[in-house]
């Protein structure tokens, strides 16, 4: 089936909640302030996307590709990026609280001032990230 392509869209401040973006193509697209509550983005493109203060509250970006995308101050609580190749992303005072990040890619990402509190880290990378002021506990 083809793939959904949204790429350069401006969907900010838009009510995607429960939206099915499986596979979609979200490159360069403006999510800013989003509701995407539940939403699946599994396997996404999320390429250099605009995500900051989006909503993702028990969304699904396993294996979703999110270099250099920006997160900063995202609600990411309980949202599962398992697999997912967040090289370089910005989760800058972002909250991912229990969220599962196993077996990840976050190579150099900036985490300065996010709360990762009860998150599953296990096997994830995290090399060369920036992280000032994070809350792992």
Same mark, same amino acid.
């Given at each position: 089936?083809?793939?959904?392509?949204?790429?350069?869209?401006?969907?900010?401040?838009?009510?995607?909640? !429960? /939206?099915?973006? #499986? &596979?979609?193509?979200? =490159?360069?697209?403006?999510?800013? !302030?989003?509701?995407? @509550?539940?939403?699946?983005?599994?396997?996404?493109?999320? =390429?250099?996307?605009?995500?900051?203060?989006?909503?993702? $509250?028990?969304?699904?970006? !396993?294996?979703?590709?999110? $270099?250099?995308?920006?997160?900063?101050?995202?609600?990411?609580?309980?949202?599962?990026? +398992?697999?997912?190749?967040?090289?370089? #992303? =910005?989760?800058?005072?972002? =909250?991912?609280?229990?969220?599962? @990040? &196993? +077996?990840?890619?976050?190579?150099?990402?900036?985490?300065?001032?996010?709360?990762? &509190?009860?998150?599953?880290? !296990?096997?994830?990378?995290?090399? +060369? /990230?920036?992280?000032?002021?994070?809350?792992?506990?």
């Amino acid at each position: 089936d083809p793939t959904e392509d949204f790429s350069t869209a401006n969907l900010s401040g838009l009510d995607l909640r !429960s /939206a099915q973006f #499986v &596979r979609a193509n979200l =490159i360069n697209t403006n999510l800013t !302030s989003a509701n995407l @509550v539940n939403a699946n983005l599994e396997e996404a493109s999320l =390429i250099s996307a605009n995500l900051s203060a989006a909503n993702l $509250i028990s969304a699904n970006l !396993s294996s979703a590709n999110l $270099i250099s995308a920006d997160m900063s101050g995202a609600n990411l609580t309980s949202a599962t990026l +398992r697999s997912a190749n967040l090289t370089g #992303v =910005i989760l800058t005072n972002a =909250i991912l609280n229990h969220a599962d @990040v &196993r +077996r990840s890619t976050m190579t150099g990402a900036k985490l300065d001032g996010a709360s990762l &509190r009860e998150a599953a880290l !296990s096997h994830t990378d995290l090399r +060369r /990230a920036s992280l000032a002021g994070t809350d792992l506990s």
